[in-house]
C-alpha cells in the first residue's frame, strides 16, 4: 500500500532534515521538496508562476503515485 508522508512547517524548522531520515528509514522511498519548483532566479512569485509551481508539484507527486518502485513518498514544503 502507498504512503505519502507531507511534511510542512516554517523555515528552518527541520523539514528537509526530517525528510531526509524518513528516506533512510523508510524502504523504496523517495524525497520531494516542493521547494525545488520555486528555485529560479530572479525569484518572483506572480498568479502564472503559483499556478506553474501548483502544476509541477501536481504532475511529480502523481508520477511518483503511480510508480510501482516506489511505496513511500515523502514530501516536503513551506507553502508560499
Known amino acids: 500500500m502507498k504512503k505519502l508522508y507531507m511534511i510542512g512547517g516554517t523555515m528552518g524548522v527541520g523539514k528537509t532534515a526530517t525528510c531526509q531520515i524518513l528516506k533512510q528509514k523508510?524502504?523504496?522511498s523517495v524525497f520531494l521538496d516542493?521547494?525545488?519548483?520555486?528555485?529560479?532566479?530572479?525569484f518572483q512569485v506572480t498568479q502564472e508562476t503559483k499556478k506553474i509551481v501548483l502544476e509541477n508539484i501536481t504532475f511529480l507527486l502523481n508520477n511518483f503515485i503511480q510508480c510501482s518502485a516506489y511505496e513511500n513518498i515523502i514530501f516536503c514544503?513551506?507553502?508560499r
Open 77 to 79: 514544503w513551506r507553502y
Open 34 to 42: 516542493g521547494d525545488w519548483c520555486w528555485d529560479m532566479r530572479p
Open 26 to 28: 523508510l524502504d523504496n
